[in-house]
């Protein structure tokens, strides 16, 4: 039971109060439902990449998205996590393809340019097939600072550079805002 | 905004404590080591989020206990407001009027304090630190986005800090750094902006108040050193490119050392007698005194001509070591419409309010009505 409950507080969200009520929820849950979440969590592990191309979560590389013929491939939205693309996909306002960029500068964390996926997303420009750029970092001081980082980088390469609209309630996640609210923020980007 | 009730437990020496003050003057008096200070450190505790005596929370609940509890009723014209503290071992809780918070933080500013405290004299005689605390607790309560500004700036400090100690082992990305560069520089702007605007406006009163208080000739006037260097009230943009500069100037000499060396983080005021000596350098201890005090009182003024209505005040045993007639009148004009709450060990110097007064005799942890 104790290392169930470590492991389980080890979770993003999960607290040790929170971690030891899961785990004898589970004790008191039948077998077959607990063999299914193990199982539906091994299967996660084990059928879940990241797509060669973009950086989404998927079962199959390259990811739908990426495969997708009916999406404009030259608009490319770049984001911090893969639950950003999920985000911008439920506002239903996005048709074209993604970069997860798997975090955002932040020194303090250790994180430079070379921990995110910034050298693919180059060699992707490079291509010359890219006709815009939206930059869709979440709307704090890292997102900002990593927007601003590769504002820098794209322009020389005379692709066009794009932020979400200003307006998003700052200091947050991309994640936690409405689709309709990120819909518009996505309709009304600007040129930087 | 008045405290009307105001209930301690297990805070310092208190043990369990409740009283209905005065809106107007309220004098705590007893020998020394009884408590008075103590319960003006809880009040301010609770409409600040924080002691002003030390920096350590565990310090504060009672000898053997694990935490301690404090709840403010105020009360003014139009509405209520309950504020209730509690700690436990690590944890704290916080509640404004039932509805619970995880932070302290959430407590500062809602009820507007000024503190005067026999310690007022280091900022004076200490350190750039003590004059730059003095500034971010009072602007932020001036200024609602002057905390916004100033945990965004710290934000970027730290984050550029980092960058430049990353610099010294021999990684270098000029443009990461150029990036934070420029956060720090936008938020550090705009801190060092209102305080500014800050200064322009008390200097005046700095002075009446040192003038008033000295019976002297001499006049104090308070400046800003931005980067070192004396400057007035600047537009933001104006801010900006100076910090830019001055960044530009010592980058080399952030990346040997590792850390920021310009920013409001390093900034500081200096308080000149007749305009031209430095008074931590050259003030007699009355003077110095007397410059502290000023500060202080001018800030309770822009309290009030921003807000349209003066702060709780809270006195520590601060008026003692001046005569009868100074202490008469510096108390007419800083109480005046405002609740105050006096520390004193001489309950005679403030019989002479009349009704406006109630006093509190303190024992060993136990206030008497
Ligand atoms: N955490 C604590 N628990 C119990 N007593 C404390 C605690 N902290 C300080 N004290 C006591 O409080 C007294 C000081 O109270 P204070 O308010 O500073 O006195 P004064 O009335 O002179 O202002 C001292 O007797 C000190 O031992
Ligand atoms: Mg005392
Ligand atoms: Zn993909």
């Known amino acids: ?192 | 905004m008045y405290l009307e009730k105001f209930k301690l437990r297990n805070f310092r020496n208190y043990h369990s404590a409740e009283v209905v003050l005065s809106p107007r003057i309220n004098v705590l008096y007893g020998k020394n080591g009884q408590g008075k200070t103590n319960f003006l450190e809880a009040v301010s505790f609770l409409t600040l989020g924080c002691s002003f005596r030390t920096k350590r929370d565990e310090e504060l609940p009672r000898h053997e206990e694990n935490g301690f509890y404090l709840k403010g009723e105020f009360l003014d014209d139009e509405e209520s407001l309950t504020l209730e503290v509690g700690t436990d071992l690590n944890r704290i809780l916080v509640k404004i009027n039932g509805v619970e918070y995880k932070s302290k933080r959430s407590l500062f500013g809602r009820v507007r304090t000024v503190i005067f405290t026999p310690d007022d004299l280091q900022l004076i005689k200490d350190g750039p630190e003590k004059r730059r605390e003095y500034l971010d607790l009072y602007l932020a309560q001036v200024y609602p986005e002057y905390r916004q500004h100033y945990h965004q700036f710290y934000r970027a400090l730290f984050q550029r800090n980092s960058l430049l100690k990353k610099f010294r082992e021999g990684f270098r990305d000029f443009r990461e750094l150029e990036i934070w560069t420029e956060q720090m520089i936008a938020e550090g702007s705009q801190v060092i902006y209102l305080r500014l605007k800050a200064i322009e406006d008390i200097s005046p009163w700095v002075n009446r108040y040192h003038q008033l208080m000295s019976q002297e000739q001499e006049s104090l006037s308070i400046n800003y050193k931005l980067a070192g260097e004396r400057v007035p009230s600047l537009p933001v943009s104006t801010v900006q490119d100076k910090l830019r500069t001055v960044l530009e100037r010592r980058k080399n000499e952030e990346i040997l050392r590792g850390y920021s060396l310009v920013g409001p983080h390093r900034d500081d005021l200096i308080l000149l007698l007749n305009r031209e000596w430095e008074m931590r350098v050259y003030g007699s201890q009355g003077q110095q005194r007397t410059a502290a005090l000023a500060m202080k009182l001018a800030m309770v003024d822009l309290i009030k001509k921003t807000h349209g209505v003066p702060p709780l005040l809270l006195l520590d045993d601060v008026f003692s070591e001046f005569d009868d007639d100074r202490k008469k009148e510096l108390l007419r004009v800083l109480t005046e419409g405002t609740q105050t709450i006096i520390s004193t060990a001489e309950e005679r110097d403030f019989l002479n309010f009349g009704a406006e007064l109630k006093s509190f005799r303190v024992e060993n942890g136990v206030i008497y009505d």
């Open chain 1, 1 to 192: 039971m104790r290392t169930l409950i470590n492991e389980l507080a080890k979770l993003p969200g999960i607290g040790p109060k929170t971690a030891q009520r899961l785990a004898f929820h589970l004790f008191t849950t039948p077998r077959e439902e607990v063999q299914k979440l193990a199982t539906a969590m091994l299967e996660t592990k084990d059928q879940l990449t990241f797509c060669t191309i973009c950086g989404h979560l998927t079962e199959e590389s390259p990811c739908l998205l990426c495969r997708d013929p009916g999406r404009d491939h030259a608009l490319l939205c770049v984001v911090e996590e893969p639950k950003d693309v999920i985000a911008l996909e439920k506002t239903r306002e996005f048709k074209g393809v993604y970069h997860v960029l798997h975090g955002a500068l932040s020194p303090l964390e250790g994180i430079g340019p070379e921990e995110l996926t910034i050298n693919k997303l180059l060699e992707r420009l490079q291509t010359g097939k890219i006709r815009e750029v939206i930059l869709a970092c979440d709307p704090n001081m890292e997102g900002e600072a990593t927007a601003q980082y590769l504002a820098r980088i794209i322009k020389p390469l005379e692709v066009k550079v794009t932020r979400l609209a200003r307006g998003l309630p700052v200091g947050g996640d991309l994640e936690y805002i409405d689709e309709v609210t990120l819909g518009k923020a996505l309709e009304g980007r600007q040129e930087i």
